[in-house]
């Protein structure tokens, strides 16, 4: 398999009774990110949760950029044979599905993006490069207990829960010891990939939600008319308190939304 080929994305599914669903997560993180939503969303759609490429239990690749993650997804849904999809993806996963909406339309019925606009990001904007850092430093041959890795990650990521949040990809590995289950290589190598906004083709016209986190600053009004130029049906909802993490921060407060959206 080359580099540009797609990936078989390791996956769980939720339910099967309604409209397919398909649940995006953001960087660094997993489907299980979005289980509780996803048990929630599975009363009314079928729920597919996914890791993207260089994630949670899916496969790795040198190769990481949204044409190529957009690509994986589309060949997830043609192999199980779905139609009328919706699509919904937090951060990097928001850019995932704008990417898909855009490259397939034919794919998408709906769109749902969590706290992400389609903008490319300067590395400042984020602690992403702080949180690669801590897990470059982590010294894992030498790594007694997942409480160790936490205080060595505390130099580096103040905020306990994004610690919390980074640690879920701390695994065993085969002989006992510790390893990282993301390919924390690629991620490094593609990081201002990620931080580009999704390859613009011909506006996706379907019904398109975005959902901004009021604390957070991914979106923000002078996004407007490029949210607009290529998803001119699109919404946006705020809700208060949140920050990025609006999934976590604010669960209850998202399902309505969410499910409003969806009910139309």
């Given amino acids: ?5 797609s990936l078989n994305l390791a996956y769980k599914q939720y339910s099967d009774a309604g409209p397919p669903l398909l649940v995006l997560h953001g960087l660094f993180g997993s489907q299980s990110n979005w289980g509780w939503h996803n048990k929630q969303f599975a009363e009314t759609h ?17 190769a990481l950029d949204y044409p190529l993650m957009a690509a994986d997804v589309k060949s997830f849904i043609e192999q199980k044979q779905l139609t009328g999809c919706v699509i919904l993806g937090h951060s ?22 969590v706290d992400i606009a389609p903008v490319a990001y300067a590395s400042k904007a984020d602690g992403h490069l702080r949180v690669i ?16 890795a936490e205080t060595q990650l505390a ?18 590995s085969d002989d ?23 390859e613009m083709g011909s506006p996706y016209t379907g019904p398109t939600l975005f959902v901004k986190g009021a604390l957070s600053n991914y979106i923000q009004a002078e996004h407007e008319t490029e949210i607009l130029e290529q998803f ?10 949140a920050g990025h993490w609006v999934h976590a921060e604010k669960p209850q407060a998202l399902q309505k939304v969410v499910a409003d959206f969806l009910a139309r």
């Avoid at 898909?100 to 993006?113: H, I, K, Q, Y």
């Avoid at 470059?136 to 207990?145: F, G, V, Y």
């Avoid at 924390?184 to 990939?193: F, H, Q, R, S, V």
């Avoid at 001119?232 to 308190?241: F, H, Q, S």
């Fill in 1 to 5: 398999m080359t580099d540009s080929a």
């Fill in 46 to 62: 079928a729920v597919y949760g996914l890791d993207l490429r260089n994630h949670g239990d899916s496969p790795h690749s040198a």
């Fill in 92 to 113: 990097m996963g928001g850019k995932v599905a704008m990417q898909l909406a855009l490259n397939s339309p034919e794919l998408v019925s709906r769109l749902l993006v």
């Fill in 133 to 148: 850092a801590g897990m470059r430093a982590l010294d894992l041959t030498n790594l007694d207990s997942r409480r160790e």
């Fill in 155 to 172: 130099g580096y990521i103040e905020d306990s829960s994004t610690r919390q949040f980074v640690l879920t990809n701390l695994t065993r």
């Fill in 176 to 198: 006992g010891g510790y390893q990282w289950r993301l390919n924390l290589d690629a991620i490094e190598a593609n990081y201002d990939k990620l931080r580009e906004k999704p």
């Fill in 232 to 241: 001119p049906a699109a919404e946006v909802k705020i809700i208060m308190g």
